[in-house]
Nanobody, 125 residues
Framework: QVQLVESGGGLVQAGDSLRLSCAASGRTVTFNGVGWFRQAPGKQREFVAGIRWNDGMTYYRDVVKGRSTISVSYDQNTVYLQMNSLEPGDTAVYYC??????????????????WGQGTQVNISS
């Protein structure tokens, strides 16, 4: 079993930055990728970015490409999502998940097996 804990959310103004963290524990050898998703009220969970654990290859959703960077600290078993130039449309609960799927499937929520509890991000205009 894998446990995931997200942190780093909060209330910031448009144009500000946030760094979200996803700390993994348990059987971390059972997955090969970590993805960040977000879910706004009344909307489906949508992919933001993913990273392949063994080599750090990354994959981004177009709407956040250029504004976000996903990275991993192997020492701390933690995946980070740095988000810059935040917009009110980025307001959502942000979740991280683990998957054993190939990177081409990272944007599909259905391939993720474990999820964290989420961290709330609010962007004011």
């Amino acid at each position: 079993q894998v446990q995931l804990v997200e942190s780093g959310g909060g209330l910031v103004q448009a144009g500000d930055s946030l760094r979200l963290s996803c700390a993994a524990s348990g059987r971390t050898v059972t997955f090969n990728g970590v993805g960040w998703f977000r879910q706004a009220p009344g909307k489906q969970r949508e992919f933001v970015a993913g990273i392949r654990w063994n080599d750090g290859m990354t994959y981004y959703r177009d709407v956040v490409k250029g504004r976000s960077t996903i990275s991993v600290s192997y020492d701390q078993n933690t995946v980070y999502l740095q988000m810059n130039s935040l917009e009110p449309g980025d307001t959502a609960v942000y979740y991280c998940g683990t998957t054993r799927a190939a990177i081409i499937y990272y944007s599909l929520a259905s391939v993720y097996e474990h999820w964290g509890q989420g961290t709330q991000v609010n962007i004011s205009s």
